[in-house]
T-cell receptor, first 113, second 114 residues
Framework: DAMVIQNPRYQVTQFGKPVTLSCSQT?????MYWYQQKSSQAPKLLFH???????NEADTPDNFQSRRPNTSFCFLDIRSPGLGDAAMYLC????????????FGPGTRLTVT | GNSVTQMEGPVTLSEEAFLTINCTYT??????LFWYVQYPGEGLQLLLK?????DKGSNKGFEATYRKETTSFHLEKGSVQVSDSAVYFC?????????????FGEGTQLTVNP
């Protein structure tokens, strides 16, 4: 089935140790998103790619970076994780910009020790 | 800017009860409206959608109607099951200022008891 895949599902990292989360999609969608979600709150958009065009949210900390080497893959890099960065990280895709639904992956639960 | 307001939770119901989760929105232009469901430890799943006024989205017994006159998109189900226990998010995208950004409501935790 076409889908959004996130690896790993669970990630443990140490305070200050860089970590990378990955997302892949088989939907061939143009847009890929990264969200942070804490404690069943609404997901908070960090940034998105429209094709290769990177769009950062104004309040996303510089500690968070992203790469999209091709249509299928997108990575979230946390350069120096703090305890406050422990959360569920959700990747999503949509066919294009505008009023299209987004399809979410299962998420990666990040723990910072 | 755009905003979505959901009824405050949590909501606890007995199996086979009727469910309503209220959702109202503020947006310019003509947004699309969505309900997403999130089961424990999982990502969000699209439950249903409506893209224009008076559209009714439906899936798995859930329904919601896009009401532009009342700026609402209330979620309903006639008979809930234990397996419907989850967090439900109302969301919108599009309109004049949103672009492809999803604006979420706060989420409503639903617990269905046998």
């Amino acid at each position: 089935d076409a889908m959004v895949i996130q690896n790993p599902r669970y990630q443990v990292t140490q305070f200050g140790k860089p970590v990378t989360l990955s997302c892949s999609q088989t939907l061939n969608h143009n847009v890929m998103y990264w969200y942070q979600q804490k404690s069943s709150q609404a997901p908070k958009l960090l940034f998105h790619y429209y094709d290769k065009d990177f769009n950062n949210e104004a309040d996303t900390p510089d500690n968070f970076q992203s790469r999209r080497p091709n249509t299928s893959f997108c990575f979230l890099d946390i350069r120096s994780p703090g305890l406050g960065d422990a959360a569920m990280y959700l990747c999503a895709t949509s066919r294009d910009r505008g009023s299209y639904e987004q399809y979410f992956g299962p998420g990666t639960r990040l723990t910072v020790t | 800017g755009n905003s979505v307001t959901q009824m405050e939770g949590p909501v606890t119901l007995s199996e086979e009860a009727f469910l309503t989760i209220n959702c109202t929105y503020t947006a310019t232009g003509y947004p699309s409206l969505f309900w997403y469901v999130q089961y424990p430890g999982e990502g969000l799943q699209l439950l249903l959608k409506a893209t224009k006024a008076d559209d009714k989205g439906s899936n798995k017994g859930f329904e919601a109607t896009y009401r532009k006159e009342t700026t609402s998109f209330h979620l309903e189900k006639g008979s809930v099951q234990v397996s419907d226990s989850a967090v439900y998010f109302c969301a919108l995208s599009g309109g004049e200022t949103s672009g492809s950004r999803l604006t979420f409501g706060e989420g409503t935790q639903l617990t269905v008891n046998p």
